[in-house]
């Protein structure tokens, strides 16, 4: 079984990596690089993987509010909690937004869509989009890669096994479950504000 896992893990997990960090990311990322510690990825392809992901998932969520601003599915981002925050945020600090939204979970769609719909111009995101989509994707996939090495003194010989792949697995999961309480919690706070 984790024979199998691992093969599809070496053939397709680059591009697991790369559709991951389209939508919210970091999960994808953090396991790219733990992958990457395990000499299942290369560092740096996991790196481009995550990085040209999570620029193109972004661009994608821009054009999505630039183009289409008045279609049904932007709107329902548009009743999201949190875009309101965002949009106000976007309109006071342009930069500093597009730079670190990103970083704030559960705020990315809403976020790209929001820089879409505000009058930041196309060049000017693409390009912070693009700094930041390499900072973040580095940074991920560095502490995916420094996970694995604690990992592997904590686990030891079990890592030299394929046992690392439902580590690597469990790892994912636990941060995507994390990522969803504290997207839940953000929300929550967002809709007593606005409420």
Known sequence: MTEAIHHLIEQYGLLAVFL???????????????FAHQHIFVLWQAIVAAALGAFIGDTLFFLLGRSFADNRQVDKFR???????????????????VLSNRYIYG?????????????IPTWRF???????????????????????LGAERFIGQALLRHERLLVGLGIGLAVAILGWFVARHIAGKERAKEG
């Open 20 to 34: 991951g960090c389209v939508a919210e990311g970091e999960s994808a990322a953090i396991l790219g690089g733990f």
């Open 79 to 97: 009743r999201r909690p949190g875009f309101g925050r965002a949009y106000r945020l976007l309109n006071t600090h342009p930069d500093i937004f």
């Open 107 to 119: 705020m990315r769609l809403v976020g790209g869509i929001a820089a879409g719909l505000s009058t």
């Open 126 to 148: 693409v390009i912070l989009n693009a700094i930041s989509s390499v900072v973040w994707a580095v940074l991920f996939s560095a502490i995916g890669y420094i996970f694995g």
